[in-house]
Structures are given as C-alpha cells and as structure tokens.
C-alpha cells in the first residue's frame, strides 16, 4: 500500500535496487517491516515504516519482508507480504492480493507472508552471505538461522553457502548517504514546511506562556501543511530546560527572562526536517545573551563556510570548535588560551556534542562518520545539518553572573552542492536583528567596537 495523502515526485526504488546490487554481491539481505508499536493494551501508535526497507521497495506497512539477491544473473527480489483478512481489513483496511504487490512494488514475485519459513531456504541457499540483523523480527530470526545452519554443512560437503551473517547498515548507509533529485524534493518540503510553522510559531514565545503551546503551534502547522507529523519529538527548552539537550517534557512554564531553546522538524513522505533556533521571551536579546547567542551565530557560520564537496566532515566540527572556545574564553567561561581549550577540549563542558549529522528518512540518518579509518569527504547531494550550541548548567558557580542556566543552540539543515552548499532552511531568521523583529521585539543596537 502506498500512502496518498500528501503529494511529492515519485521514487525510483528500482534504480535504488540497481545500484545495490554490485555491493550485495552473491549476498542476499532480509529485510522486515517495522512492527506496529502500541502505546497500551490494543492503542496503536501511528505507523512508521522501516526505512530501509521503504528506501529500497517503497512498501510502508507492516507484516512483511523483503528478500533481495544479488547473484549477477539471479537477482532477485521478492516480497513476502500479508494475505487477505477480512476481519483485519475491517479495522485496518484492505489488503492487495500478493500479485497485485508484486506488480506495484515491481517484485519478480510476492508471496504470502506465511509461506516465508517454506520458500526462503531456496533462496537463501546459495547466498555467500545473509545481511540481515538479528532481533529484529522472531519469523525472519528463525529463517536466518536455520538458513546459516544448513549453509554450515553445505559449505562442509561442497564448499558454498551461506556462511556469514553481516549488518545490513554496512551495506546500505553508504547507498543512503548521497540523495537522488527525489529524496532532495522531499528534504526541500520538510524544510520548507517546517520554516513557515517555526514562522507562525515563535512569535508565541512570551513570559507566562506554556511549552506546550509552542509544541502544539509547532505540530499543528507541521500537519496543517501536509506533514505526516513530527519527525521527532519536538523540544521547546525554555531557561535551564535548554541545559537538559533532548527535553522533550515540554511542561514547564516559559519566564519573561528566558532563552528558549526550539527544536523541531517536519516528516514529509517519511524525509525528516530539523531545524534549532533559540528565542528571547522578552521579544529582544540583550546583554551577556546577545553575546552568548552571538558566539553560537559566528560558530554556525564558520562552519558553514567550509562546508563544500571534497572537504572532510570534520573541519566543519573543528571550524565551530574553535569559534566556540574563543567565544568562551572571551565571556570569561573559560581562563586559558585558545591553544590550551583546543587541545584540552575544556569547551566540551558547555559545547558536548558534535556539529554535525546526516539527514533523510531518519532525523540522525545513517552514513559515514569515519572511513577507512577517517574522516568522510563530503559529496555533492549529501544532506548534513550544522548545529553548534552552548548549554551553561544552572549548578556551574564558575561562570559569569547571568549566565548560568542558559541554552543556545542553531540548527541548520545543509545540502552540499557541486560548487558548495545551500542552506535549505535560510527563510527563519537567525541574525540578532531578524529574530527581534520576527519576535515583534525592538532590537537592541548591537555594541560599537573599534575599527
């Protein structure tokens, strides 16, 4: 079944197949649907396909497995999905017959999921090796293992058979990292989307109003649009909450003085949004906040400077770093030189995360992080975010007055171009000035400095 409540382009999942096909080798790898989640008793959740599963084969419902082979003149691709139930699609809608699926999801066959345990053995017989990962679903669990048994004794008699057992994420995260024209559609509307309900949102931000409030403005303009939903749990942190970096309770009553911490995306057609912005309650920034806010700014945009293709992912974390630990030793947080809070990490106190991760069909999308032992070079139509923060806890007695229990963070989402990179997200402000005025604050002038 494919959903049709919300329009986009159209996927290519065979030229996805394709191009998994020379890394699968004379592998095969099972993939399972993601099972129905339920909050309690029989009260489902909203369902979430797997997304590799809905990456490669476009299928989004659960109880069903897709198995691939990879052998150069058997490949293969077949879907074990479930059968025709009239009491389950009296609660949950109508089922198509396997052969529909097979010729709308473009499957060599489709069978019915009860007949995986009996017709998967021959498919998996002479597989050099099964990618699939154990635990995550009991039928497959059981055809994987019996598979490698018989595989063993095979390979003992006649040399061939599937022996080994490997993660599929080592086979996929690479194929996922770079984004064909439609998956970067789907990024630009999640994005889009989701500018335009933090647009209608943050001016909500006042002393005296709830999190919550923020939360459901958030969500409610996300779905408005033609979002499935919150990609994430969506995080509005007002004062020290800003300090805890995935408060997601949003409970907590937003003070006049405040920084307040928004963390929120859209999911469109399953692609996730992610944008961070950090907002007065007082309408304006001012004072050691304007400066704290500032330092996470000049962060953000040194690196996005060196965002580009060919460069590594790490200089863009060591470009904010840097910026960051001078920032700190400028307010009086830190009491060394930049050399010494660079090679000590003193900055990791207040700034503990990375600046960067990948983006897609999962919020923290998978894709290197190191290869062959370094860092990844960035590649036209990779998807990353840029989000440096500053969380100063409330207990810390060493620093400045008026600092402590403070929260900023900027969160960006990036698509690496063939001569750069674009900001998907630049339509929300993040500039002192552009935040007042979206606040309805009146900006205060920034300090003179000397020429």
């Not at 060394?336 to 983006?359: I, K």
Request: glycine share 10%; charged share 25%; net charge negative.
């Amino acid at each position: 079944m494919v959903r049709t409540g919300n329009s986009g382009p159209t996927f290519d999942y065979s030229a996805r197949r394709q191009a998994l096909y020379p890394r699968l080798g004379r592998g095969a790898l099972l993939l399972p649907a993601a099972p129905v989640r339920y909050k309690n008793a029989d009260s489902e959740y909203r369902y979430r396909p797997d997304s590799e599963l809905l990456y490669l084969t476009g299928w989004d419902q659960p109880d069903a497995v897709a198995l691939i082979r990879g052998f150069a003149s058997e490949r293969r691709f077949v879907l074990f999905v479930p059968k025709r139930d009239a009491k389950a699609e009296l609660w949950s809608g109508v089922r198509s017959e396997p052969e529909e699926c097979a010729e709308r999801f473009g499957a060599d066959a489709a069978y019915p999921i009860d007949e995986l345990a009996t017709r998967a053995p021959a498919l998996l017989a002479d597989a050099s090796e099964i990618w699939y990962r154990l635990g995550t679903s009991g039928r497959c669990d059981r055809v994987v293992r019996a598979a490698l048994g018989r595989g063993r004794a095979r390979r003992v008699r006649e040399g061939r058979g599937p022996g080994l057992l490997a993660d599929p994420g080592a086979l996929l995260d690479g194929v996922r990292a770079v984004k064909d024209p439609a998956e970067i559609e789907c990024l630009r509307q999640a994005a889009d989307i989701t500018v335009e309900a933090f647009r209608e949102a943050l001016p909500l931000v006042r002393g005296g109003a709830g999190e919550w409030e923020i939360e459901a403005a958030l969500e409610g303009g996300f779905r408005a649009r033609g979002a499935d939903g919150p990609a994430f749990a969506t995080i509005v942190a007002a004062g020290a909450n800003a300090c805890t970096l995935h408060y997601a309770a949003n409970s907590g009553r937003i003070e006049e003085g405040d920084l307040v911490v928004v963390d929120a995306g859209a999911e469109f057609r399953s692609y996730a949004a992610d944008i961070t912005r950090t907002v007065p309650a007082s309408g304006t920034l001012s004072g050691l906040r304007r400066d704290l806010y500032e330092v996470v700014l000049a962060a953000r945009g040194a690196a996005l400077g060196v965002c580009a293709p060919g460069a590594e992912l790490d200089c863009v974390h060591r470009a904010a770093t840097r910026v960051i630990a001078s920032g700190l030793i400028d307010l009086g947080v830190l009491d060394s030189s930049l050399d010494e809070a660079l090679e000590t990490r003193s900055y990791r106190r207040y700034f503990p995360h990375r600046t960067s991760h990948w983006l897609g069909l999962d919020t923290h999308d998978p894709g290197p992080y190191r290869r062959d032992g370094g860092p990844p070079t960035l590649l036209p139509s990779m998807f990353l975010t840029v989000e440096p923060g500053l969380y100063l806890p409330p207990d810390d007695r060493d620093l400045p007055d008026g600092l402590a229990g403070c929260g900023v963070r900027i969160e960006d989402e990036v698509l690496i171009t063939t001569t750069g990179a674009e900001v998907l997200t630049a339509g929300l402000p993040i500039e002192v000035e552009g935040l007042d005025e979206l606040m309805g604050g009146s900006p205060e002038p920034a300090t003179p400095t000397d020429p």
